[in-house]
């Protein structure tokens, strides 16, 4: 059974546009919770993290929101580039373990 | 140049046959992890190692062994491959636990 789960496989946004990708989870146990991105041929790249005792945690461009009543974790991307297409993936951790998304595919359209 | 190396990058063998992939990290981390990438289904936790000699299970371990004996190094033997395992496999590893991860570049895996 999927622990985190992320409905939309894909987004398209304008350039300079934000970009919002979401993350339902269903465990209360996990820890804290981070974003990868991965472009094809390479392996994920970590983006940002978030603790769950915090509700926000912004990096540049990059902030993430965490919605512990809802279970509910979303990345902000302000403003969106073109070098920001790729998959992201959202991610949990509890018991030294880790729970990945299925991804959402990103395109920013110049 | 810090990074995770993994070995081949690309193997097609049939089914029964021994084999490994291997998995090496530059960065001194305690915590190493092996994942397989399917269509749907994400990123799913096979093995993880906190440390030398300590290995433990993640989310579909059926099928696959790892060892960790030294801090660098972390193979992933399939004993007998089957179709099903069939995927792109990352290894990963991280300062601490709670760290983020640093992952390799992938094996694309066929079993015939």
């Known amino acids: 059974d999927q622990q985190v789960k992320q409905n939309s496989p894909s987004l398209s946004v304008q350039e300079g546009r934000i970009s919002i990708l979401n993350c339902d989870y269903t465990?209360?146990?996990?820890?804290?919770f981070l974003w990868y991105k991965k472009y094809p041929a390479e392996g994920p790249t970590f983006l940002i993290s978030?603790?769950?005792?915090?509700d926000k945690n912004e990096d540049g461009r990059f902030t993430v929101f965490l919605n512990k009543s809802a279970k509910h974790l979303s990345l902000h991307i302000v403003p969106s580039q073109p070098g920001d297409s790729a998959v992201y993936f959202c991610?949990?951790?509890?018991?030294?373990?880790?729970?990945f998304g299925t991804g959402t595919s990103l395109t920013v359209i110049p | 140049e810090a990074q995770v190396t993994q070995n081949p990058r690309y193997l097609i063998t049939v089914t029964g046959k021994k084999l490994t992939v291997t998995c090496s990290q530059n960065?001194?981390?305690?915590?190493m992890s092996w994942y397989r990438q399917d269509p749907g289904l994400g990123l799913r936790q096979i093995y993880y190692?906190?440390?030398?000699?300590?290995?433990d299970k993640g989310d579909v371990p059926e099928g696959y062994k790892v060892s960790r004996k030294e801090k660098r190094n972390f193979p992933l033997i399939l004993e007998s491959p089957s179709p099903n395992q069939t995927s792109l496999y990352f290894c990963?590893?991280?300062?601490?636990?709670?760290?983020?991860?640093?992952f390799g570049p992938g094996t694309r895996l066929t079993v015939l």
């Open positions: 991610a949990a951790y509890t018991g030294n373990q880790f729970y």
């Open positions: 465990n209360s146990m996990f820890d804290y």
């Open positions: 190692s906190m440390n030398v000699e300590v290995t």
């Open positions: 990963a590893s991280s300062l601490q636990v709670w760290n983020e991860q640093f």
């Open positions: 960065m001194n981390h305690e915590y």
């Open positions: 978030i603790s769950s005792i915090k």
